[in-house]
Nanobody, 124 residues
Framework: QVQLEESGGGLVQAGGSLRLSCAAS????????VGWFRQAPGKEREFVAV????????YYADSVKGRFTVSRVNAKNTVYLQMNSLEVEDTAVYYC?????????????????WGQGTQVTVSS
């Protein structure tokens, strides 16, 4: 079993940057692909980015491609989401999730474990 905890959220002006962290417990963290999702008020949770077990493959939603970068350090059991050129539309609660089955998936239902989320608010 894996427990996930997000951190790094906050309030930032449009055009600014934030780096989110997803810290995992457990010795088998490298066995999981890790995805980032977000949920804005009144909207469904949507896929943002995913990184494969080794970190060699990443995949992004079109809305964040070129602005967000996902990375991981397995020795630290941590995955990062660097968010640059933030837009008001990026305001949401951001969640990380771990997937033991697929190499990299954008489907919410493929993920086995979820963190509690961290709030990101982008002001105009």
């Amino acid at each position: 079993q894996v427990q996930l905890e997000e951190s790094g959220g906050g309030l930032v002006q449009a055009g600014g940057s934030l780096r989110l962290s997803c810290a995992a417990s457990g010795r088998t963290f490298s066995s999981y692909a890790v995805g980032w999702f977000r949920q804005a008020p009144g909207k469904e949770r949507e896929f943002v980015a995913v990184i494969s077990r080794s970190g060699g493959t990443t995949y992004y939603a079109d809305s964040v491609k070129g602005r967000f970068t996902v990375s991981r350090v397995n020795a630290k059991n941590t995955v990062y989401l660097q968010m640059n050129s933030l837009e008001v539309e990026d305001t949401a609660v951001y969640y990380c999730a771990a997937d033991s089955t697929y190499a990299y998936s954008s489907r919410r239902n493929d993920y086995d474990y979820w963190g509690q989320g961290t709030q990101v608010t982008v002001s105009s």
